[in-house]
């Protein structure tokens, strides 16, 4: 009997780790999330060559995330090592009912993020104008194809899912996301009611969602 | 705005986006308590966020900053760190011994200068620094030790220990909660929860199993420099079958219902 688990072909939904996921998904992104799991709790044991895979699939997308919200590549770079430090610190304390790694990772590096944007107290921030994901092919570390596979999917699938936003809908989320505006600065920076905002972010987030569902169902 | 005016499908995406003040915070909180189902829809909302960072157009990363990584880990480990046995040490205890070995000493430690080196580079300002953070270590080292003594004494049979961990709101918190059955006492143990406005409290909430709404268990607002508080249960229902302990950030004065925003939970 093979090891690798198999994709399943009929549909449905399954809750795993209070997700809601499709069956054609489920087989990979189960080993994916338990192999991941695994490497927190070989980290608490203070396995560098666990932490160092967890570098390998997630730095760049923690250093791309930072470098969107900050555009300098020295900040970036110290949110990163500051993250992944703290994952040394404190892989211990991760729960993995609460939240998967990658959530736990993206969390944390969003709170390093705006605390340098609050640090560099940077008084007219620049609004992110809508835009298409970039093409850009980079060579990743070297990362077990299959997970690649996931995270890449899990990529393809949000930035397909905010590109059908309303451009005017995206860009109130992504300041608010990666800029750590305020509603009130988000009003103040587009020149709206804070009203407008408001309905904004709750259409276009309400939208993600039910895109975001609608791509695991297919 | 007054509760009437709320609307949970509203407030939803933002507290998703982390755009709320406190007051509508507690609000949303509070109407997932009452609804299972709303906090499932707010769960979907935050798993739609937290792929956001997926959006961000690819960057180049350097590849020296791994070895970057692992030389600050080395100069970390370097370090000397207070830190005890893992095997023999009660569960309950972790989260000081986290303490001990994450937070107050090691923070400290990395303060803690030799005297003679003080005197030895220089000045009459350096050594009184250097004495008065001695002075601070010696002190914080004594209040370490009256915890664990104080851990050590509540460690009965028969009483429940909950390991606490801060939430978003207070990441950094940790602590433990005993509760007494037949005293029915509670003593609770914290670090990193700063304190409220005299006319605020930290509210305890039990939640027994198999029950919808969380169980008032008392209050507590201790001065920056105290660590432990103490009080009598108010309500059976606060100890025994209790699948989750929560602290909530509350008006003292309010009546004994959750509205304000979760702080510390006890770790399943």
Request: charged share 20%; proline share 7%; net charge neutral.
């Amino acid at each position: 009997m093979s090891a690798a688990p198999k994709p399943i072909e009929a549909g449905g939904w399954v809750e795993v780790f209070g997700l809601t996921l499709g069956f054609r998904l489920l087989a990979h992104s189960t080993e994916l999330i338990l192999d991941e799991v695994d490497l927190l709790r070989r980290i608490a044991q203070q396995e560098q060559a666990a932490l160092a895979e967890l570098y390998d699939r997630y730095a760049q997308v923690l250093y791309s995330f930072a470098f969107k919200s900050l555009n300098s590549a020295e900040e970036s770079e110290e949110v990163v090592l500051d993250v992944f430090a703290q994952v040394w610190r404190t892989a211990d304390r991760y729960d993995s009912a609460k939240s998967q790694v990658s959530t736990w990772l993206f969390m944390m590096t969003r709170s390093r993020i705006l605390d340098r944007l609050r640090r560099l107290q940077r008084t007219s921030r620049v609004a992110i104008a809508a835009e298409s994901a970039t093409e850009i092919q980079l060579p990743m570390p070297s990362v077990d194809p299959i997970e690649n596979a996931l995270l890449d999917e899990q990529q393809t699938q949000i930035t397909l899912a905010l590109a059908q936003l309303p451009p005017p809908q995206r860009q109130v989320i992504e300041l608010a996301y990666f800029q750590g505006f305020t509603q009130s600065e988000i009003a103040t920076q587009l020149n709206l009611s804070l009203g407008t905002v408001k309905t904004r972010i709750r259409l276009g987030l309400n939208k993600l969602r039910l895109a975001l569902a609608s791509q695991v169902q297919r | 705005m007054n509760n009437d005016d709320r609307c949970f499908c509203e407030l939803a995406p933002l507290y998703a986006l982390d755009l709320l003040d406190a007051d509508d915070r507690a609000w949303v909180e509070a109407q997932i308590l009452a609804a299972p189902d709303l906090a499932e829809e707010l769960a979907a909302l935050e798993a739609t966020v937290h792929k956001l960072p997926f959006t961000a157009p690819p960057q180049a990363i350097a590849p020296t900053l791994k070895d970057r990584l692992l030389q600050r880990l080395d100069s970390v480990n370097a370090a000397p760190v207070a830190t005890s046995p893992s095997v023999s040490q009660p569960e309950p205890l972790s989260p000081f011994r986290s303490l001990e070995s994450r937070g107050v000493p090691r923070q400290r430690a990395s303060r803690r200068v030799s005297a003679w080196v003080c005197f030895g580079v220089g000045g009459a300002i350096a050594a009184i620094a250097c004495i008065a953070l001695g002075l601070e270590n010696y002190r914080l080292r004594q209040t370490n030790q009256a915890i664990a003594a104080r851990l050590q004494t509540l460690q009965q049979a028969g009483n429940q220990i909950y390991a606490l961990q801060g939430t978003e709101k207070r990441p950094n918190a940790v602590g433990s909660l005993v509760i007494n059955p037949q005293q029915r006492e509670a003593v609770i143990l914290v670090q990193n929860l700063p304190p409220l406005r005299p006319d605020q409290a930290y509210r305890l909430w039990a939640m027994p199993n198999g029950a919808a709404k969380p169980i008032y268990c008392g209050q507590f607002n201790p001065p920056a420099d105290q660590i432990t508080s103490q009080w009598t249960l108010p309500n059976a229902r606060c100890y025994g079958a209790v699948a989750q302990m929560l602290i909530t950030a509350d008006s003292a004065n309010a009546p004994p219902v959750p509205a304000g925003p979760l702080v510390m939970q006890s770790q399943s």
